[in-house]
């Protein structure tokens, strides 16, 4: 387990070869990076792994984070409910098992964490049991659910000025005057500038404690330049991971945790975001935008147990059901929907 700010994490997944396939460690840093369950999808906790073909089971908790470290998945928990909490305590189950998918967004393959089965027999060894003791979650019988709809909505309506006002705050803490600039790229450049010149003021400042070191390292000024490196690297730690999200790289929810990981091991962190690719999330955008043939909405599959027929709408609530249809039949159905057509 790992604490980080306070936050409890649970080791739920190593990479390896399993029977289902193998699972390396880019996939797990890919699927932590990618977890948003506000605006994509939230992962429950259910016990086992119901098949695709039974009535889905109730959830018994909710994910909050994911954090990937040296090829192992870690989550925290942002609710539990008390049938959860006393399956954990009465030791009727002890570890955990991951159902991980590829969903496809934009083009690209998107690795993520799907939900999370409680088990005693997972096909990961060496896992530690769950223990709930001393953690603080939720655990109400009644968690109030997001409209996943309205927040899709709501997020494509106000990620352009939340964007906008972001970029204008981080130019104004940084004493850029953003008149001078024409567009929102060209204060991003200036910022990131900025930042590499912090990458020169701390390995100057690095040269200078050094020579320090070696005459009089007990020297005021000596205590003066240390205090001076530490908030120098804080600094860079917070700017390296805002200038992650201003690269879409990063989701916002993702900050503090990256954060903290940067100020832990600069190197590896930076190693680690530049590694990543634009995350698909920060378009808005669940499906692919293209030009399409004819979908026949009469096929069968359109049609719902209850006799109903499938809309856009319930793709964006289930996106499981995004594997039944082509691109151009999931864009047909967009636009017959009233809420999205435009």
Known sequence: MLEINGNKYFHVFTAGKYPQGEIGENFLEQAANNYDPVNFHEAPVWIGHPGKDKDEPEALGWIDKLIAKAGKLYVSFSYISDKLKSLIENKKFKRCSVELATFNVDGKDFP?????GIT??????????????????????????????????????????????????????RKIDIRKFSDEEKITGEMIRLFKDKENEISTLKNKIAKLEENSPSSVKYNELIEELNNLKKSRAAELVENAVLSKKLL??????????????????????????????????????KT???????????????????????ILRD????????????????????????
């Open 120 to 173: 005693n027999r997972p096909a990961v060894k060496g896992l530690e049991p769950i223990n709930f003791t001393g953690h603080n979650f939720k655990t109400d019988d009644i968690k109030q659910k997001l409209n996943f709809n309205s927040e899709i909505k709501k997020y494509n309506q106000t990620q352009s000025t939340q964007m906008n006002e972001q970029i204008k705050n981080l130019a104004e803490e």
């Open 252 to 289: 916002p929810s993702q900050k503090e945790d990256l954060i903290s990981f940067a100020e832990t091991d600069y190197v590896k962190c930076k190693t680690f975001i530049e590694k990543l690719e634009i995350n698909p999330v920060f378009t808005g955008k669940m499906i692919n935008n």
């Open 112 to 116: 993520y964490l799907y939900a999370i």
């Open 319 to 342: 996106l499981t059901l995004q594997s039944k249809f082509t691109d151009e039949e999931i864009e047909m159905l967009r636009k017959n929907s009233a809420k999205f057509k435009d």
């Open 292 to 314: 399409f043939s004819y979908a026949d909405l009469t096929d069968p599959k359109f049609t719902k147990p209850d006799g109903t027929k499938i809309t856009y709408e319930d």
